[in-house]
């Protein structure tokens, strides 16, 4: 079957970023793919901007698909999320799907790498996000032991280690399972039928990625990590929920006890088929 890919991409108030992420997506060594952006209540709606429009008339002169959909409130990132799944399964032709965040600029080979995840019997397939304005911190893959980003839980359910490694590069080229993933990732499109982000997060959204890997672990969904799969990430301050610091950091903690309260339900209910056991 041909590979097709419906990318999935968030945006609000990120007009620059977002070009730059569409002009990385020109350059991709993979180009069977069609995008739709959800301008999330943009301060400035995306297509009243000048060069976003040339940008969307070029992808379309290249034969790919573009629509752009608005929410004109903004009800948090896993809302918007949702919605640009649910357009996926109404409207999208592809058997993947992608979710981009609108602050990463991806290595024309980012796709490719992707699929070779997917290819290795892997149901998502992620990279890693380095920062663009710093110098790379590469690691050897051995002090890895085997999985990125491990998660684990203790007999009572509760999380005790949650790793985070793909802000680093790394040295060698390698597949290897995770434990869930970060910020961008491909998938069969057949998990927007399955999977939906939770509504019970702040507008920020934190945790959002690992409830959705958690989740696709229980449905028997498999994660996998290519380690020389690069999406730069601008860390930018503008667009997104961006708050003030106190607010930014409240949100955050509750974010992650939200998730780990999650974590401890789902376990006791689900026993000994529990992905994350130690």
């Not at 290519?226 to 708050?243: D, E, N, Q, V, W």
């Amino acid at each position: 079957m041909e590979r097709e890919i419906d990318i999935l991409v968030v945006s609000r108030d990120r007009h620059s970023e977002l070009a730059l992420l569409m002009q990385s997506l020109r350059t991709q060594t993979f180009q069977n793919w069609n995008l739709y952006i959800l301008d999330n209540a943009s301060g400035t709606p995306i297509i009243n901007s000048h060069f976003i429009i040339m940008l969307i008339n070029r992808l379309k002169l290249e034969g790919h698909k573009v629509k752009v959909i608005r929410n004109n409130i903004d009800f948090g990132i896993c809302y918007a999320r949702n919605m640009l799944n649910t357009l996926q399964l109404e409207e999208g032709t592809g058997n993947f799907s992608m979710r981009l965040d609108d602050d990463v600029i991806i290595q024309p080979d980012y796709i490719e790498k992707l699929f070779e995840v997917i290819d290795k019997g892997y149901d998502i397939a992620s990279g890693i996000i380095p920062l663009i304005g710093y110098p790379e911190i590469k690691r050897e893959i051995k002090f890895l032991n085997g999985e990125i980003n491990k998660v684990q839980i203790n007999e009572n359910g509760d999380v005790t280690y949650f790793g985070d490694d793909c802000g680093y590069c790394y040295l060698e080229q390698q597949i290897i399972p995770a434990g869930h993933f970060r910020s961008c990732a491909l998938y069969k499109s057949e998990i927007n039928k399955k999977i939906k982000y939770p509504d019970n997060l702040s507008r920020y959204g934190f945790r959002e990625e690992s409830f959705f890997s958690f989740n696709a672990f229980l449905n028997g969904y498999k994660i996998g990590v290519h380690t020389t799969a690069i999406a730069f990430h601008l860390l930018c301050p503008s667009g997104g929920c961006r708050l003030p610091e106190d607010a930014y950091r409240y949100s955050v903690n509750l974010d992650n006890e939200t998730f780990i309260k999650y974590v401890k339900k789902v376990f006791k209910e689900k026993g000994s088929i529990f992905k994350y056991e130690n």
